[in-house]
């Protein structure tokens, strides 16, 4: 039995299970996924008949819950939350179907979600809400984005994915917090939203600095710095399609001023009214809107969040020059006059006979 579950573990993440493999060919595995040969332990072999078994069972299943929720969809007789049931039913059976295929384990491994399978969907929303989601709300918490931005009853637990990477770097996520260098985000960057849903609904993508200097009340603000509605996302589609959606505001790059301190950049995108098929009409929208306000009056619901940071260089200057069209602000201690420096920059003789 210890043999059989020793077998399986290997089969689970590819590995050979004969002791003679060439070193070289152990490290293809590392990038692509070579099934293990027959016959070469029988306490392997056994373990993926059973595997198989197990997976033709529930696929079967899956298939007669497909057929079910079908035959309701097209009868129209069954109730939203019984569509729902059966939907979820199917769900969790295409799950089990395949949950213990040793290449859907080795590729899930190796970051290759096909999003399009309940189990790869399925998979990624575990990895997610592990490790990367507790760090999300631990920096989010402690670098007071919540509650400065939002209500952190309002948010709960985020339901998908928000993952932003830069123009220059699409592959490259950033993680929640990074420090950037403005220059990097002169081009909007790219936005991926993991949705663990099946159905496509339309979301509402908000860019805010939380740390606009407000000078005559010594204290800082929000400003929106991009809003983008009727963005549609679903398992199949997690890239954001900008020219699907509506432009409300476009895009400003960060212009943390000189003087400042970091700027939190925020990014939250909600999901609109009645489940994601509210679609908004054009309408107005200030830079300096608060988002709570704006949310609420649109009916907003928070689904994915995360944030940057970033600090003035002197790559800000060109932004408040060539986007904004204005002089560079500088809010830094203006340096104390001395008596003791004379107009050429050099010290004053005090001494009388020298």
Not at 38 to 43: D, E, K
Not at 69 to 92: M, R, T
Not at 213 to 225: C, G, K, M, N, Y
Not at 323 to 348: E, F, M
Request: proline share 7%; charged share 25%; aromatic share 8%.
């Amino acid at each position: 039995m210890n043999a059989a579950r020793h077998a399986l573990a290997l089969a689970r993440f590819g590995c050979k299970v004969a002791n003679s493999q060439p070193r070289a060919q152990l490290r293809r595995l590392q990038s692509t996924y070579v099934k293990p040969a027959a016959g070469v332990n029988p306490a392997y072999d056994e373990a993926v008949k059973i595997i198989d078994a197990y997976a033709a069972k529930k696929a079967a299943e899956a298939k007669a819950a497909a057929a079910e929720l079908a035959q309701a969809q097209e009868a129209g007789s069954a109730s939203e939350e019984q569509v729902s049931a059966l939907k979820k039913k199917w769900f969790d059976l295409a799950v089990e179907a395949e949950i213990n295929d040793p290449e859907v384990l080795w590729s899930a491994k190796q970051g290759k979600y096909d999003l399009t399978r309940p189990v790869f969907l399925h998979l990624r929303e575990q990895a997610w809400r592990g490790r990367p989601l507790e760090i999300l709300m631990q920096r989010l918490l402690q670098m007071f984005v919540l509650p400065d931005l939002l209500d952190p009853r309002d948010v709960g637990t985020p339901s998908a994915q928000l993952n932003i990477a830069l123009a220059g770097s699409p592959q490259e996520v950033l993680e929640p917090g990074s420090i950037i260098d403005p220059s990097e985000a002169r081009k909007q960057p790219e936005i991926e939203l993991v949705k663990f849903h099946e159905d496509s609904r339309l979301h509402t993508l908000v860019m805010v600095d939380l740390d606009e200097p407000l000078e005559a009340q010594q204290t800082f603000r929000e400003q929106f710095h991009w809003v983008v509605a009727n963005l549609p996302f679903s398992k199949g589609q997690s890239k954001a399609d900008m020219a699907a959606g509506l432009t409300l505001l476009p895009y400003v790059p960060p212009h943390p001023a000189k003087g400042t301190p970091n700027h939190r950049y925020a990014f939250v995108l909600f999901e609109q009214g009645e489940n994601g098929s509210n679609r908004l009409d054009g309408f107005e929208v200030s830079r300096d809107s608060v988002l709570r306000t704006f949310a609420a009056q649109h009916d907003l619901r928070p689904a994915g969040i995360s944030f940057v940071r970033a600090c003035w260089n002197e790559s800000v200057d060109d932004v408040y020059r060539d986007v904004l069209q204005q002089a560079p602000p500088n809010y830094g201690i203006a340096p104390t006059p001395r008596s003791d420096i004379g107009p050429d920059g050099r010290k004053i003789n005090v001494y009388e006979n020298y």
